[in-house]
């Protein structure tokens, strides 16, 4: 399992206080893949942003 840095720990604190997604439920998710296929030409760009915005 991935560990969460001090960084992340703190930009994603307020999701991890929701029930049922606390820190091993945000780890998961940091350690996941998606695939994303058949989306055309505007959910194309659409995933670009949103692969984009999980990097920061």
Not at 1 to 25: C, H, I
Not at 31 to 36: E, F, G, Q, R, W
Request: net charge positive; glycine share 10%; no cysteine.
């Amino acid at each position: 399992m991935v560990n969460l840095t001090p960084t992340e720990l703190e930009r994603y604190r307020r999701q991890m206080m929701l029930p049922n997604f606390g820190e091993l439920a945000q780890k998961r998710l940091k350690s996941a893949t998606v695939l994303v296929t058949g989306v055309g030409g505007l959910g194309g760009t659409a995933a670009l942003y949103l692969m984009v915005s999980a990097m920061w």
